[in-house]
């Protein structure tokens, strides 16, 4: 034992390392940490992403006082989750609510300044045309411009490298050495060629207008005294931001904005115009009520269906005079297990109205050939059925083990006093089964509210409804509504509506946590 513990003593020291070179190590892999992640938070406020940069540092600021306090040095193994919590779940949250109130969109997603700058870089071709050749030379290429009856020539260059160049100068010769090339060098290599900027000795810039012409180009605007102001070069107008549209507008004398607006646009606060929309637009609130309540009727059935048919195959596979009864419980159980987007797909074909098997026997057995897929009602139907069968083997292994806590002694009781089947389900099973099922039937609820796939999948929402100002669909649930306005508005992609949408689901489905969470309380007492 002595010789054991000297050994010990003896090797300790060597296997650790000694506690400064131990801290100066943790401070240098910390430093680098915090000026890589700095200098990324840079990056990202140089492209106008603030609140990416804000979320970088902050993360990274909470890093560096965790693992460099000693104070702190033991909430290190709960970082990677708060740091993903905060990454994954209330970022994304304030951020879509933070979009709700602006009107960022497909034609507004430039800040103010980036908006300018495009406006700057833009061009238009003024005063006179002037005709050019393209001539191969020994050492390469060269452009001849004429002007006013003299000729201008460039460099020599070579037309794979002419993209990079940028910038060529003309000068003045008598005549161009080498041969003209034909039209079809220039189709062939126009990309190249109207890439490039030719400077006359008098500073005109000239540039491609044409397969055989080279014209005058200046800048579209000018940036005003004010850093806001621009002035269109070509018409004289005067163009201001429109801090309520989220556009440059042309002026008039009295500074009142006129005429059409400029793209693109900026992004700029609106307040509750969103979340207003919603109840007086008209063309925005008529589906959206509609499909709100689609959505709580389709949550509302789809957990009874799924609830009583899981419940009663429970109770059927777990009956002990039912012969089979592990080969009827695989068989149940198998609709879960296959991939949820191969069932919908596979149903998409079964209840296609012109050639699928569902139609196909119906119209044999009763002359019937439901249009699943056009009609309002029956798709409703449809997207009911599909969702059933998808959902009923999740309850019924639900309601398997709950059935199995519950004492044979009742049943024994029962059966001493005569009670059949259907009177055990109705006054043991069920009266025991609902308290504990009822913070599972809550939670399938809330799922089914944005039950998305299923929707895109199956119905795209359709069929569609006419009148409405943005895209909706009779079988659109609020979670595909808020895409379809997101990705594929009739105005543009239209992200400040959606993420206001988006925030009204959220407080919906986190009333209904909340709702669960006191029924969870209550069961437990």
């Known amino acids: 034992m002595q010789s054991v513990q000297g050994s010990g003593a003896m090797t300790s020291p060597a296997t650790s390392l000694p506690s400064s070179k131990k801290t100066f190590i943790k401070w240098s892999v910390l430093s680098a940490v915090g000026l890589v992640n700095g200098y990324a938070s840079i990056l990202m406020y140089s492209r106008g992403e603030l609140a990416f940069a804000m979320l970088t540092i902050f993360l990274t600021a909470l890093a560096l006082y965790i693992f460099g306090s000693k104070k702190t040095y033991a909430h290190r193994y709960i970082y990677p989750g708060i740091a993903g919590m905060i990454l994954f779940i209330i970022f994304p949250l304030a951020y879509t609510i933070g979009l709700s109130f602006t009107n960022f969109s497909a034609k507004n997603q430039l800040s103010l300044e980036r908006a300018q700058t495009v406006l700057l870089d833009r061009t238009y071709q003024s005063g006179d045309s002037y005709s050019f050749n393209l001539f191969n030379t020994d050492n390469g290429y060269k452009i001849a411009i004429e002007k006013d009856q003299q000729l201008y020539v460039t ?64 800048p579209l605007f000018t940036l005003q005294q004010d850093g806001k102001t621009l002035k269109n070069n070509e018409t004289g107008e005067l163009l201001r931001p429109n801090m309520d549209k989220g556009f440059y507008q042309p002026v008039d004398a009295k ?11 900026f992004v700029v606060g609106i307040g509750t115009e969103n979340f207003e929309r919603v109840w007086k ?32 195959l429970a109770s059927l596979v777990q009956w002990q005079a039912l012969r089979g009864r592990s080969i009827y419980r695989v068989l149940l159980i198998l609709p879960y297990a296959v991939p949820a987007f191969i069932s919908i797909l596979i149903f998409k074909g079964l209840f296609n109205q012109s050639f699928g098997e569902i139609n196909m026997v119906l119209n044999a057995l009763f002359g019937l050939s439901p249009a699943w897929f056009s009609d309002p009602v029956m798709a409703k139907s449809m997207v009911l059925i599909v969702n059933t069968w998808l959902g009923f083997p999740y309850m019924m292994i639900l309601c398997m083990g709950l059935l199995k806590a519950i004492p044979d002694d009742l049943y024994e009781a029962s059966a001493i006093d005569g009670a059949n089947f259907v009177q055990n389900f109705t006054r043991i099973t069920m009266p025991l089964m609902i ?38 669909g009779y079988t659109d649930l609020l979670v595909s509504y808020t895409f379809r306005i997101a990705f594929e508005g009739a105005g543009g992609q239209d992200f400040g509506l959606a993420s206001a949408i988006a925030t009204l689901i959220f407080l919906l489905v986190g009333a209904l946590a909340l709702v669960n969470l006191r029924f969870t309380k209550l069961s437990q007492d």
């Open 155 to 218: 460099d020599t260059f070579q037309l794979e490298q002419l993209s990079t160049i940028g910038d060529l100068d003309l000068s003045p010769v008598e005549q161009v050495e080498g041969s003209k090339e034909p039209i079809k060098t220039i189709v062939k290599n126009r990309a190249e060629i109207g890439a490039v900027d030719l400077h006359l000795p008098d500073g005109e810039d000239i540039r491609m207008s044409g397969l055989r012409k080279f014209a005058a180009v200046v």
């Open 255 to 265: 500074g009142e904005f006129v005429g059409d607006t400029i793209s693109p646009g």
């Open 281 to 312: 637009d008209e063309g925005i609130k008529e589906p959206f009520v509609s499909i709100f309540i689609w959505t709580i009727i389709f949550s509302v059935l789809t957990v009874i269906f799924t609830g009583v048919i899981g419940l009663v």
């Open 435 to 472: 308290k504990p099922l009822t913070p599972l039937l809550i939670a399938s609820f809330a799922f089914n509210f944005n039950n998305f796939v299923l929707i895109q999948l199956l119905t795209k929402g359709g069929p569609n409804m006419i009148g409405t100002s943005e895209p909706a």
